[in-house]
């Protein structure tokens, strides 16, 4: 089992940068698959980016595309988001979610078993 502590949310401007960071506990997190998803208020839980157990296969939502990067050191049990051009549309709570099957590409949240508690993230027009 792993635990999953986000970091690094906040209210910023459009067009500025944030970056997320997931602590993972436990010592099998250079063989889980990670994810970030997001929600925004009356809104139902969307995939944002996952990359896989290397950091060598990853996979974003459209609407991120180029603008977010995610990456991950397993020497330091973390993930980050790197959020870059915010726009107002990106605000949510961030999760960061992680699955078992290492290696393959997950964008279903049902396919992730471990969750964080949220990190807000709030962009002002």
């Known amino acids: 089992q792993v635990q999953l502590v986000e970091s690094g949310g906040g209210l910023v401007q459009a067009g500025d940068s944030l970056r997320l960071s997931c602590a993972a506990s436990?010592?099998?997190?250079?063989?889980?698959?990670m994810g970030w998803f997001r929600q925004a208020p009356g809104k139902e839980r969307e995939f944002v980016a996952t990359?896989?157990?290397?950091?060598?296969?990853?996979y974003y939502a459209d609407s991120v595309k180029g603008r977010f990067t995610i990456s991950r050191d397993n020497a330091k049990n973390t993930v980050y988001l790197q959020m870059n051009s915010l726009k107002p549309e990106d605000t949510a709570v961030y999760y960061c979610a992680a699955r078992v099957v290492g290696n393959t590409i997950a964008t279903i949240a049902l396919r992730y078993p471990y969750w964080g508690q949220g990190t807000q993230v709030t962009v002002s027009s």
């Open positions: 436990g010592r099998t997190f250079s063989t889980y698959a």
């Open positions: 990359i896989n157990w290397s950091g060598g296969n990853t």
